[in-house]
């Protein structure tokens, strides 16, 4: 059967981008063999939440990348092995995303505030963010991601109530700088956009620009907390 342009062209979009990732990771060897772990264990995740692929060859393909020394050879061989996995991230994108949003809000670092949002604390300051929310956005409309941002908001306002220690609510990402408008009609000022520096350390497989906004306590109870 004939490929779909529009998916070949996401095919190939994943591809490049993967590629990036295997020439930064192919410098630490040690680093690389802890992700693969990492990688095999959630092709068991894949596979429940009913994707179709051959498990053990990807697992023992991807193992044997370790052994390789040539940067090239290796970056041919990785992305030969994760044909079927870059397949189904262009064709099942709904599924991936899925299973990185149930991840993030299930990191015991995190709190989850609602479908779309989360929060971290650091410095007297909570960090809310959103996980992977496109296809969610797809399936359920913009009205309702707006709605879930707002539920989660309300939430967080509980949380800070009973929390004197929070000072600052920051909110950082890519949706900050694509619609700042949305930002500021909750409620947010737009500081602008992060440093190279913090952008590296957090953001490293963010290629679009990410912004920050932030309100204050003071300001945040008010708007948010339900009496």
Known sequence: MEQDPSEQNKINKITEELKGQLEHAFDDKEELA??????????EI?????????????????????????????IAHLLKAL???TILMATKPEVFEKIRR??????????????????????????IHLPPSV?????????KFIKEIENGLIKLAEIIESNDSIKKIVATSWIVAKNPGLL?????????????????????????????ASMSREDFLIKYLKK
């Open 34 to 43: 802890k992700e693969i772990d990492d990688f095999i264990l959630r092709l």
């Open 102 to 127: 149930e991840r993030i809000l299930n990191d015991g670092h995190n709190i989850e505030l609602s479908k779309v949002l989360y929060m971290d604390m650091h410095n007297n300051n909570a960090f």
């Open 184 to 212: 500021e009609r909750l409620g947010f000022t737009i500081i602008g956009p992060i440093s190279e520096e913090v952008k590296r350390a957090h953001f490293s497989n963010e290629p679009r620009p990410v912004f920050e």
């Open 135 to 143: 296809e969610y956005i797809k399936e359920n409309g913009l009205k």
């Open 46 to 74: 894949y596979k429940k939440h009913g994707l179709v692929f051959n498990k053990e060859k990807i697992a023992d393909d991807v193992r044997k990348s370790l052994d390789i020394q040539d940067q090239k050879t290796f």
């Open 83 to 85: 044909e079927p996995i």
